[in-house]
């Protein structure tokens, strides 16, 4: 499984955009070319629908972490909010989530995106910075640990059904991809939470004010791919990490 996800590591894209005029009908071709890989590709599909699942649960997991650490670090404004729950309609984000899932089912490889982000009230976080950094880190992490999960369950000698190899697989991809993409510092990433937390309230806040220009500063890095070798990097170095583990574990 590490020689096909390093492959993908070497070819690694991101598409992304801003959406353009005339959306319902671009929307609306794009559920045709999926049901056309409905009709014609049922193979495939099957593998798009996997991707979706995962997709989304992966995001789902990754929120329910930020809102447990912030819970656990006295934070109770998510289960206010009602983002403590296993509905994943709680947590999509139209351009983070749906987009991407329509994307793929176009044939893109599509295996970032992000949720709506957890409420988070930081002067209730107890620990001060520690607490802001725990929570910053607990999205990242569950996606690591699913990861590091379903690799530790593929390697352990079961004679699995290919669906379920295939759900392994792309578990343990898409959430290493989440990973990787979600450390790079840039706001509202996970990585530019985690940069906030070691500021003064004064600098954390002026991070906070960019979260509406990150989306177009990864559109950015993406194009000059800039983006493709910072991912493929924090990939590899969580393969080896995840590589490693598995030796202690099964020798």
């Keep these: 499984m590490f020689d096909e996800i390093k492959r993908y590591i070497k070819r690694i894209e991101y598409e992304n955009g801003s959406i353009p005029i005339g959306v319902k009908i671009i929307f609306g071709l794009m559920i045709l070319l999926g049901i056309k890989n409905l009709i014609f590709f049922k ?50 984000d139209p351009m983070g989530t749906i987009l991407p899932i329509i994307m793929r089912i176009m044939g893109f490889p599509i295996f970032i995106g ?22 910053a880190l607990a999205g990242i992490t569950v996606n690591f640990l699913l990861a590091l999960i379903s690799m530790i369950i593929f390697y352990s000698g079961i004679d699995f ?3 379920f190899r295939e759900i392994l ?14 450390l790079i510092p840039i706001p509202p990433l996970d990585g530019s939470r985690v940069v906030a937390s070691f500021l003064d309230t004064h600098r954390k806040i002026q991070i906070f004010t960019f979260d509406r220009f990150g989306f177009f500063i990864i559109i950015l890095l993406s194009y000059t791919n800039i983006l493709d070798k910072i991912m493929r990097i924090i990939m590899s170095g969580e393969i080896i990490l995840i590589e490693n583990i598995l030796r202690l574990i099964y020798g």
Excluded: Q
């Design 169 to 182: 697989y792309k578990t343990t991809l898409i959430n290493i991809s989440l990973c990787a993409f979600n």
């Design 43 to 92: 193979e495939s599909f099957v593998k798009m629908i996997i991707e979706i699942v995962v997709l989304v649960m992966s995001l789902l997991f990754h929120e329910l972490g930020h809102g447990y650490a912030a819970k656990f670090s006295g934070d109770k404004t998510a289960e206010y909010y009602g983002r403590l729950s296993l509905n994943p309609l709680n947590h999509l």
């Design 161 to 163: 059904l290919p669906i």
């Design 114 to 135: 992000w949720a709506k982000p957890v409420p988070i009230n930081y002067r209730n976080l107890k620990n001060g910075k520690i607490g802001e950094i725990s929570v």
